[in-house]
């Protein structure tokens, strides 16, 4: 049985902080691991946002921003394939949320997430021109990307991803990169990777997978990630590797940025290509129809979403956690690992982590190294901690 500790968060005065716009729902590529086709009701769903949907988004971001006095609002715009949307369709969006900042005062940062193959200069221009942060797919090297991100008619993509990156790299635009972890490299093959391609931000996100699954170890890989991140940042490379920054943050008793690492609620809101609200797009990995509300832009503002029940029950399955993970000595660094690797069939939610064992070894690591990096020695030679875990 799990706790309730919504009431303790303040779980209905609380303004939606970021959107996830889905303006794109299929993709140009095929990749094996993706969980966004898991659910086959994507195929319902418009193929592309449509103007007369953008212009009630952007009508109840506006109302958002000015009801709550927010300061900031940050919009990812993702997929499928966002980039099928269309550069204008971009700067249209970028230029009117430059307008509602100027009206209301709350900077609206506006991010993507792509798989890089339509990537050219005349994106590049928008990005770079209207502001656009990147964040670029890309497994790492090619053996290892291409294994599962891959054309329809089966050839791997990394050389098109590959290209965009470097490519992006080359221009003022914020460009991070998003890898999924393939336990079976060693994680200096992606380090050594992103450094050649000049990319110093990125993460290597944890497969997916649920409860029902059996998903290989990973435990040695961020391990030796971590080792890895140690070993750049000693030599002043600056390079922010995200999943250890947030594992790190989240051991010293700080908020991670992130949503799976750490105890605390997923508030995320995403928004549909026709409009309508649905509970955390990563959730779709539990099947037909699981993030599906009746909840739409058209009848209902940005936050009345808290009072859905689908967004609700996603919420709160977030902070309430299983009897296990409230007796762990980990609870508040990992908060029960990544929701949606914490479904079953048989409990829903209230489970550990599928790789709950991986995690205990992670954080167990992570937090004997940093005691020996960030113990000092007080007056007398009594040594102290710096913060906590
Ligand atoms: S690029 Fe993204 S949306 Fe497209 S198939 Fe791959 S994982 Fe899925
Ligand atoms: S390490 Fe395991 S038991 Fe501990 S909080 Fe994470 S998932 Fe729960």
Known sequence: MSVDVSSSVGFRE???????????????????????????????????????????????????????????????????????????????LAEACDGIASRTGCDIPLAVTTNGVLVDDEWLDCFEACNISVAISLDGPAHIHDLH???FQGTGTHAAAERAARMLVSRNIGVSALAVCNPAYPPEQYVEFFAACGISSYDIMIPDATVDEAPPSIAAFYGGLFEQWLAANSKAANVDIRIVSDMITALLGNNSPTEGVGHKPIELCTVMTDGTVEAHDVLRIAGDGFTRTGFNIFDHAIDEVRNEPRWKAAREASINLCAKCRQCKFMNACGGGYLPHRFSRKNGYDNPSVYCDDLYAMFENMDAVLKGHLYVSKPGGERVGVGGG
């Open 14 to 92: 609380q303004p939606i902080t970021q959107l996830l716009v889905k303006v794109a729902t299929r993709c140009n590529i095929d990749c094996s691991y993706c969980y966004w086709f898991r659910d086959a009701s994507v195929y319902d769903k418009p193929k592309l946002m449509s103007a007369d949907v953008l212009n009630q988004l952007l009508l109840r971001i506006e109302q958002h921003a000015a009801k709550w006095s927010l300061v900031d609002f940050p919009i990812t715009l993702h997929g499928g394939e966002p980039l099928l949307w269309g550069v204008e369709n971009f700067r249209r």
């Open 149 to 151: 991100r891959r054309t």
